[in-house]
Every structure is written in C-alpha cells, then in structure tokens.
C-alpha cells in the first residue's frame, strides 16, 4: 500500500474458490491466496476482502454470489475453479444465475491467453457478468493460469492482454469505485476522459 492510498477509495472484493476437496479441507486451497497476492500487487486503493471456500453446488455457488454482492457489498468478485467440462463442474451455470447482464469478452480473452500455453483451454467455460453494480468474473483453477489471465503476456510478439486492464474501466461505468493500478503489474485502459490524476 502507497502513502497514498488513504486517498483513494476503498474498494470490496470477494473471492470464492470452489472447489470439493478444499472445501472438505482435504487439500489447501490455492486459489483464493493466488488472487489475493496479484490483487494486493496491482490495486492501490484499500481493499476489504471477502473470501468464499465452498463446495462445487451450483445452488450454493449461486448462493455466494449473491450474499457476496447484495449483502457483503463486493464491487468485484473472482471466481476459481468448478469451469470445466466434468459434470461437478457448475461455476458458470451458478455465475449466469444472478446475472442482470453477461460479459462475454472476459471469457473470450480468458481463453485466448490459455490458449497460447494448452490446446484444452478451449475446454474452459468461464463466464463474466454484471450483478448489480458488481463485476463478478469467473478464472481458472489453478494459481499460474490464474496470473496469466489477469496479466496477460506482455512479453510475447504480439503482446496479449490480460483481462484485468478492462476491469478498471468496467466498474467504472457500473458505477463503481475508481481502481487506481500499479501499472508496474497491469495498466488499465481507460479513454483519455476517464483517467483521473494520478495521486501522490
């Protein structure tokens, strides 16, 4: 966290990882863990976390989400896990359940970044959508493709962006917080009107 970052707004973000086995404690859950260390990195405004670990039940799943908006008051909430073709695989089916609008660019890019590291990224199914005045994004599973899919891959020739530069932006028009970004680790892209002086 900068000097400055009294000054800009807090935001809430919630983070659910579904997941059978972790959520049974069989296994440690990393997925919740992956996005809050790229998140901290990345987000310069005060953060309030609320993080979900529950099993792959589409109702439950949807349960979540809507308790994560409509109660806990997220303005973005990310998703691991449960987006694959197996028949317990039922995050996107639970994520368009409280959507009011579905975004699906952030899927598309999702895959396309996957795509340039395995053949079966065609298999994945994440979905993104609007609750409210909440972005709610479905990832990957595991903490590296997690990374890439937010980062991008600056490094390849052409470059491929990563989801993350949109959000920013994406929660502006819905009325959310300002999410000011470290541009070290992923720069937003916002039109020439929407970018605010940069604080401290």
Do not use: H
Not at 187 to 199: D, G, L, N, W, Y
């Amino acid at each position: 966290m900068t000097e400055a970052a009294g000054t800009f707004e807090p935001v809430t973000i919630g983070l659910v990882s579904v997941s059978d086995r972790a959520s049974a404690g069989v296994y440690e859950d990393k997925g919740i863990p992956a996005l809050r260390d790229w998140l901290t990195r990345v987000i310069r405004n005060p953060i309030a976390w609320e993080t979900r670990l529950i099993p792959d039940e589409q109702d439950g799943i949807s349960a979540a989400l809507r308790e994560l908006v409509d109660e806990a008051g997220c303005d973005l909430v990310l998703t691991t896990g449960g987006t694959g073709p197996a028949p317990r695989d039922v995050t996107p089916e639970a994520t368009l359940a409280v959507a009011d609008r579905v975004m699906p660019g952030f899927g598309e890019q999702m895959r396309q970044v996957s795509l340039r590291f395995v053949p079966t990224a065609i298999l994945s199914r994440q979905v993104a959508v609007i609750r409210g005045r909440a972005l709610i994004i479905n990832l990957p599973g595991q903490p590296k493709a997690i990374a890439e899919t937010l980062q991008g891959l600056p490094q390849v020739e052409p470059p491929v962006p990563g989801i993350f530069a949109a959000v920013p932006y994406c929660i502006d028009l819905i009325g959310g917080p300002y999410l000011d970004c470290d541009e070290a680790v992923c720069k937003a892209f916002r039109p020439k009107s929407a970018i605010r002086p940069t604080v401290g």
